[in-house]
C-alpha cells in the first residue's frame, strides 16, 4: 500500500522501494546526511493535526537539516512505528503527507520500514547534496546575524490550539505555521554562497543561535526590534495574552534559517550581530542584557540537555 | 556524552556528530542506504538483554540488509527514542553497542537525533558502497539456493530465554546467536562477485526466500536434510522440546544471506534450488510439499502483511 503511495522516480536513483536497500548513483558532490525523528506525545498530539499534517510535518524538520548546511535534498527514508489503534486509512494519510513534502522539496522518499509499537513514531533520514556545506562553526566578529522564515510564530499556533482558539484569526497564520512548516531549501542554497555559519532554528532562536555562537567562539546579539517587526506574530501573542518577544526568542518548530554572514542575503533579514565574547546578548531600546536560552527540551537529565535533538 | 562515545574517525566522513548534519565526500560507487528500527517490547524486552546487546544488534539488523545487497557498510545515523526510566549508564551501554558493532562492519556512526518517548526504540540508517548491487529479483531457474549463516538458532535462543532454560549448554549457543548476531558482511561482499539474486534472512527462511522467488518469478526448493546439519540447532530444538525443521524453517533474527548463484560461493553452503513456477517448495526424504511462509509478522492486519519490515 505504501509503495503505491509513495512511488517515485528521481535522478540518480537506480532502486527504490521493494528490496532490501535503495541503490543511489554515485553522486558528483559531497553528500549531506540528517536523520529526526518525531515521537505522538512528545513532538505532536494527533488531535491537534490531521494525519497528513504529522507525515509532512515530520518529513519537513528533518529537510530543514539539510537546509541549514546549505544541501539540495536528493532523497529519503521513512522508518515508522505504528500502534495498534491506527488503521490503513491514517497510515496511507501519513505517507501521503510524506510524499508531498518530498515532492515540495524534490526528494522522494525511496525506501523506509514499519514496525509495530506503542506510539506513533516517524523517523525521516534525508541525503542532501552540495558542494560546500555550511556549519554551524564559522561565524566571525563584524557579520550580521541573518534570518529567513519566522520566528514565535509556531509556538504561538501550539498553543491557540492548546487554548481551543485556534480559529480566531489573528492566530490562523500561527496554527498554519505550526501545522504546516516548510525547510527553507531555496533560501538555505541561496546563502551557501556568502554565509560564513548556519543553523536551523528548530529549539528557539536563543537556543539554536547560541549552539552556533558557541561552536564559533564568538558571541551574538539579538535586535528585540527586528524580532517584533512580525505583526502576524505580534498580533497572535496579543491574541494569547503572551509576550510576542518570548514567543520569538524562545518558540521552536518554525524551522526558520539563521546564518552569519558579513553581507546582506536576498531572502534574509538582519536581525542581530556578530562580535568578540561567548554567550548571547539582547539589544534592547533600553540596552544590552544577556540571553538564557529557554527552548523546547525534550529532556531533563542535565547530561542530555546540550544537544537533545542532535547527538 | 554519547558524542564521546561514539566519536570516531572514517574515510570519506568530512563531519560527524555535532552539526545539523553529517557531511561525507563524494563517493566513487554507488550508494547502497537502508533503515530499520527495533522498538522494545515489539523486537526485544530488556529483561533478556544487556543494554549493550540492545544497540549492537539493532545495529547489526540493519547492517544486515547492506550485506545482503553486496555492500561495503561506510557509515550510520542511530535515531533513538528513550523512556524516561533509562538513565544515562543505560544510555552510554546502548551507545557502546552501537559503536562496537559499527566498529566490527567498519561503519561508525556519523550522527544522530535524541528524543523523549514512552517506549525504547532504536532506528539505525547505514550507508554502504558497491559498485554492482546484487538484488532480490534475478533468481535464474537452474540456479542453487545458498545459504551463509545459521537458521533457527536466534529462535531457539529466543525461546529458551522466554522458558528460563538460557543457561542450558545445549542451548547457549542459540542465547548468544540472539543476543549478538552479526552481519555477514564479508560473506556479502564475497557473492557479489557470483549471485543472481541474494537476500537476508531476518524474518524466518521460508518467508524471506520465498520474497525472493516471488520477485525473480520462480519457485525456491528447499532442502530438509541440509536445513538439519546444524548439530547445534538440533540439539537445541531437542532441549527445548521444538521441531528444529520448524525453527530452521520460520525462525527469524539470525540474519544468514540466502542467495542464488549457478556457481557454489565460498562460506556457503547450498540448502535448495531455483526451478521454473511460483512459491517455495520443502523437499523431504519422503517427497516433496508446499510450503507457507510462517515467519515473524509485526502486523495482523491484511494490509500490511506483505512485507511488514519495509515499505
Known sequence: MLARVLAARAPGVTLGIGDDAAVLEAPAASLVWTIDEQVEGVHFRRELLSWRDIGWRSFMAAASDLAAMAAAPWCALCALVLPDDLDDLA???????????????????????????????????????????????????????????????????????????ATDPSVVPAV?????P???????????????????????????????????????VLFEAALLEDAELVAAATHLGVSALDL??????????????????????????????????LRTAAGEQPLEPRGFDHFTSPSRRPGASGL
Open 176 to 180: 498554519e505555521a505550526w501545522r504546516s
Open 248 to 281: 520569538a526568542l524562545h518558540g521552536g518548530e518554525d524551522y526558520a534559517l539563521a546564518v552569519s554572514s558579513s553581507a546582506p542575503i536576498p531572502g534574509f533579514r538582519q536581525v542581530g550581530a556578530i562580535r568578540p565574547g561567548a554567550g548571547l546578548v
Open 91 to 165: 497510515l496511507e494519510a501519513i505517507a501521503t503527507g510524506q510524499r508531498d513534502a518530498g515532492a515540495a522539496i524534490g526528494a522522494p522518499v525511496v525506501g523506509g520500514n514499519l514496525s509495530r509499537g506503542p506510539a506513533l513514531s516517524l523517523a525521516t533520514t534525508l541525503l542532501g547534496r552540495c558542494n560546500h556545506p555550511v556549519l554551524r562553526r564559522g561565524a566571525l566578529p563584524g557579520d550580521g546575524l541573518w534570518l529567513a522564515g519566522r520566528v514565535g510564530l509556531a509556538a504561538a499556533g501550539l498553543r491557540a490550539l492548546e487554548q481551543g482558539s
Open 182 to 220: 516548510g525547510a527553507l531549501v531555496a533560501e538555505g542554497l541561496a546563502m551557501g554562497q556568502l554565509a560564513h555559519a548556519a543553523i536551523d532554528v528548530s529549539d528557539g532562536l536563543a537556543r539554536d543561535v547560541g549552539h552556533m555562537a558557541e561552536a564559533s567562539g564568538v558571541q551574538a
